[in-house]
């Protein structure tokens, strides 16, 4: 069963720094985009960040890309994404993803969907 899970959520503090993590299961990332979004209190989901499988970085948005990085690490079918300067508004639902295996688009970005984790709560505190 392929399978994404998303980890490293919790309780953080206000102006730091945090990492999620994204680890695949059944298959390897190595041949796939993986596309970062989040999901806040009353707003839909939204794109934060892609990264190809060569390593070119997409913006899903100019509004929430400027304290996240991407980056992947391939030999440990792993994703990450660093939130920078954490807010409240942070708060949400993080949730990592990529293209349907069948598609021809997988490794490109942006991911819109397709094999999606379960994701992981981050809760910023003022």
């Known amino acids: 069963q392929l399978q994404l899970v998303e980890s490293g959520g919790g309780l953080v503090q206000s102006g730091g720094s945090h990492r999620l993590s994204c680890t695949a299961s059944?298959?390897?990332?190595?041949?796939?985009?993986v596309g970062w979004f989040r999901q806040v209190s009353g707003k839909e989901r939204e794109g934060i960040l892609c990264?190809?499988?060569?390593?070119?970085?997409?913006p899903y948005s100019v509004s929430v890309k400027d304290r996240f990085t991407i980056s992947r690490d391939d030999a440990k079918i792993t994703a990450y994404l660093q939130i920078d300067n954490l807010k409240p508004e942070d708060t949400g639902t993080y949730y990592c993803a990529v293209s349907d295996p069948n598609s021809g688009y997988r490794l490109n970005c942006p991911v819109l969907g397709g094999i999606w984790g379960q994701g992981t709560q981050v809760t910023v505190s003022s």
């Open positions: 990264i190809s499988a060569s390593g070119v970085i997409h």
């Open positions: 059944g298959f390897t990332l190595d041949n796939y985009a």
